[in-house]
């Protein structure tokens, strides 16, 4: 088992999370009294930190040795990060985003001006969970750069070279690395639902309906990636969630990871991977056969966070077993498939059975790996 510490050169752990927890009650009156100015943003943020440390005591409790805030302060685990960013505004489209079977509430980015990070109110919500993580990783999840072009609009009037835009987009990356490694962080999680996009061939339609290439636009956003993370510190590990959609149980792409796999786990210069695999959506484990890098993480999705039913323990087990015959044991982990709250509204579960689903995790990884 690998050291605690948040200092640990290799902070990877056989169970572990995505990031995302529902919102407890408390948080979820405190946001609407905000909301409603009967409650002052120092008021807000003194609940938050309670609940966060209450969530955060009990991921240690569980037997995980990477914990999260939970994103207890975000409404999105997108938006929020990537409307604070220099140059990028948030507003209130004619509509939200559509899944399956639900449309999230409507609101989004666009691009105003240049980009760039400087002082980001993140950096003060990572402090604390680095605080109260104690001798635990304190794992930060912030949105991929390519959700910033994936889901935002951009003034041609300030980036009429889109190649400037992406140089841009890598440079305030690139800063927001450091700024969050100087901050204590070595545990920085990258969520990005484009490359699961890129494996939908509905989605990839809707991509060339935007006037783009989904096979160049997918280099393009490698490429991108690349460069954010090509100085980070040798001791800050930088790892990928990919998601096919996660609003209130429901979903938007189908498709395995083969027309990407060989960008993914060959090109990226990630050290680690969270994947969907928890139903046939996701395809199947041969994709995997492009990780060759002995250094690369692969951590397995196959408990779902979207229904409270815990999974049949051998059957995760045989999935695991099946994994192998494309990367090796020592190589693998187990998470659940994503967050259990990508927005506030969160999953249709308890939050006893989101205990339970992360217990479940633990428990399982323990008998697999010791």
Same mark, same amino acid.
């Given at each position: 088992?690998?050291?605690?510490?948040?200092?640990?050169?290799?902070?990877?752990?056989?169970?572990?999370?995505?990031?995302?927890?529902?919102?407890?009650?408390?948080?979820?009156?405190?946001?609407?009294?905000?909301?409603?100015?009967?409650?002052?943003?120092?008021?807000?943020?003194?609940?938050?930190?309670?609940?966060?440390?209450?969530?955060?005591?009990?991921?240690?409790?569980?037997?995980?040795?990477?914990?999260?805030?939970?994103?207890?302060?975000?409404?999105?685990?997108?938006?929020?990060?990537?409307?604070?960013?220099?140059?990028?505004?948030?507003?209130?489209?004619?509509?939200?985003?559509?899944?399956?079977?639900?449309?999230?509430?409507?609101?989004?980015?666009?691009?105003?001006?240049?980009?760039?990070?400087?002082?980001?109110?993140?950096?003060?919500?990572?402090?604390?969970?680095?605080?109260?993580?104690?001798?635990?990783?304190?794992?930060?999840?912030? *949105?991929?750069?390519?959700? %910033?072009?994936?889901?935002?609009? =951009? @003034?041609?009037?300030?980036?009429?070279?889109? #190649? +400037?835009?992406?140089?841009?987009?890598?440079?305030?990356?690139?800063?927001?690395?450091?700024?969050?490694?100087?901050?204590?962080?070595?545990?920085?999680?990258?969520?990005?639902?484009?490359?699961?996009?890129?494996?939908?061939?509905?989605?990839?339609?809707?991509?060339?309906?935007?006037?783009?290439?989904?096979?160049?636009?997918?280099?393009?956003?490698?490429?991108?990636?690349?460069?954010?993370?090509?100085?980070?510190?040798?001791?800050?590990?930088?790892?990928?969630?990919?998601?096919?959609?996660?609003?209130?149980?429901?979903?938007?792409?189908?498709?395995?990871?083969? *027309?990407?796999?060989?960008? %993914?786990?060959?090109?990226?210069? =990630? @050290?680690?991977?969270?994947?969907?695999?928890? #139903? +046939?959506?996701?395809?199947?484990?041969?994709?995997?056969?492009?990780?060759?890098?002995?250094?690369?993480?692969?951590?397995?999705?196959?408990?779902?966070?979207?229904?409270?039913?815990?999974?049949?323990?051998?059957?995760?087990?045989?999935?695991?077993?099946?994994?192998?015959?494309?990367?090796?044991?020592?190589?693998?982990?187990?998470?659940?498939?994503?967050?259990?709250?990508?927005?506030?509204?969160?999953?249709?579960?308890?939050?006893?059975?989101?205990?339970?689903?992360?217990?479940?995790?633990?428990?399982?990884?323990?008998?697999?790996?010791?």
């Amino acid at each position: 088992m690998l050291n605690q510490s948040p200092s640990n050169k290799q902070p990877f752990f056989k169970a572990d999370q995505v990031g995302s927890l529902l919102r407890s009650d408390r948080i979820k009156t405190a946001r609407s009294q905000k909301a409603a100015g009967t409650l002052s943003a120092e008021q807000l943020r003194a609940i938050e930190n309670e609940e966060i440390t209450r969530i955060v005591q009990k991921q240690k409790e569980l037997g995980l040795q990477a914990v999260t805030d939970g994103e207890f302060r975000r409404a999105y685990w997108h938006f929020d990060f990537l409307e604070h960013l220099d140059g990028v505004q948030g507003y209130t489209p004619e509509s939200g985003i559509q899944f399956k079977q639900a449309q999230s509430i409507a609101h989004a980015v666009k691009v105003v001006g240049k980009l760039g990070f400087s002082d980001h109110p993140m950096l003060k919500d990572y402090k604390f969970l680095h605080e109260i993580a104690g001798q635990h990783a304190a794992k930060m999840t912030i *949105p991929s750069p390519s959700m %910033l072009h994936f889901r935002g609009e =951009i @003034d041609r009037n300030v980036y009429p070279d889109e #190649n +400037e835009y992406f140089h841009d987009l890598a440079a305030a990356y690139k800063k927001a690395l450091h700024a969050f490694y100087d901050a204590g962080c070595r545990y920085l999680q990258l969520d990005d639902t484009s490359w699961a996009y890129f494996c939908s061939e509905e989605q990839r339609e809707q991509i060339r309906a935007r006037g783009y290439d989904p096979a160049q636009l997918s280099e393009l956003y490698a490429r991108t990636i690349n460069e954010a993370v090509s100085d980070r510190p040798a001791d800050m590990k930088v790892t990928m969630h990919i998601c096919r959609g996660n609003f209130r149980s429901t979903w938007i792409a189908s498709g395995g990871y083969e *027309p990407v796999a060989e960008t %993914l786990f060959g090109s990226l210069n =990630i @050290d680690g991977f969270f994947l969907e695999y928890d #139903n +046939e959506r996701s395809g199947g484990f041969e994709p995997l056969r492009f990780v060759q890098r002995p250094d690369l993480h692969i951590v397995l999705g196959l408990i779902t966070s979207k229904f409270g039913e815990l999974e049949q323990a051998d059957e995760v087990k045989r999935r695991i077993d099946e994994a192998t015959r494309y990367v090796p044991l020592e190589q693998l982990a187990l998470s659940p498939q994503c967050g259990f709250a990508s927005t506030e509204e969160g999953n249709l579960l308890t939050e006893e059975q989101q205990w339970a689903k992360l217990e479940h995790v633990v428990k399982i990884a323990k008998e697999v790996w010791g």
